[in-house]
T-cell receptor
Framework: RKEVEQDPGPFNVPEGATVAFNCTYS??????FFWYRQDCRKEPKLLMS???SGNEDGRFTAQLNRASQYISLLIRDSKLSDSATYLC??????????FGKGTRLSVIA | SQTIHQWPATLVQPVGSPLSLECTVE??????LYWYRQAAGRGLQLLFY??????ISSEVPQNLSASRPQDRQFILSSKKLLLSDSGFYLC????????????FGSGTQLSVL
């Protein structure tokens, strides 16, 4: 099975900091990409899709680099409520989505 | 709008007992349906997925089975639970017309004692 790799963290950052996560994928034929957020003992929730041109949603920016086969998530002005595990997800085509194991973020007051 | 319901939220079962977790989706037709398991502090493990009624694909051979008796109903079962079956079970759905985005139920925390 093709892999999706993430740094498990934890990333411990102060409030207001900017933090970035990377995720690498091994299947060059992958078609679409997503970031999910999962709080402790809760279901993962879609944070944003990742488009080739990059996309921004408020304090969150996602980018895709097909040549190097990685996607990134940038969080600006971190809030305490951003503390969660962030899952990188890859759609390889005619198979179920492939999930990374997640990167844990703790935003500290 | 589409919604997914999964129950129960928590379950404590003795070793050797049977299991039945149910998941239903509303507001869409012919969804792809999935069962995942997440052990404490670990990543998501895909257990089963289904692209239609009666069509089940198993990702990992184990003590569990799945069935899809209706288009929007997905059931996870076991005849005899093992301690290693403990975990957080998540049902999810997607469909082609929403760009393959996956939406999860609220999960079932299963403890096998």
């Amino acid at each position: 099975r093709k892999e999706v790799e993430q740094d498990p963290g934890p990333f411990n950052v102060p409030e207001g900091a900017t933090v970035a996560f990377n995720c690498t994928y091994s299947n060059s034929a992958s078609q679409s990409f997503f970031w999910y957020r999962q709080d402790c003992r809760k279901e993962p929730k879609l944070l944003m899709s990742v488009y080739s041109s990059g996309n921004e949603d408020g304090r969150f920016t996602a980018q895709l680099n097909r040549a190097s086969q990685y996607i990134s998530l940038l969080i600006r002005d971190s809030k305490l409520s951003d503390s969660a595990t962030y899952l990188c997800v890859v759609n390889e085509g005619n198979t179920p989505l492939v999930f990374g194991k997640g990167t844990r973020l703790s935003v500290i007051a | 709008s589409q919604t997914i319901h999964q129950w129960p939220a928590t379950l404590v079962q003795p070793v050797g007992s049977p299991l039945s977790l149910e998941c239903t989706v509303e507001g869409t037709s012919n969804p792809n349906l999935y069962w995942y398991r997440q052990a404490a502090g670990r990543g998501l493990q895909l257990l089963f997925y289904s692209v239609g009624i009666g069509q089940i694909s198993s990702e990992v051979p184990q003590n569990l089975s799945a069935s899809r008796p209706q288009d929007r109903q997905f059931i996870l079962s076991s005849k005899k639970l093992l301690l290693s079956d403990s975990g957080f079970y998540l049902c999810a759905w997607t469909s082609f017309d929403i760009g393959e985005k996956l939406f999860f139920g609220s999960g079932t925390q299963l403890s096998v004692l």
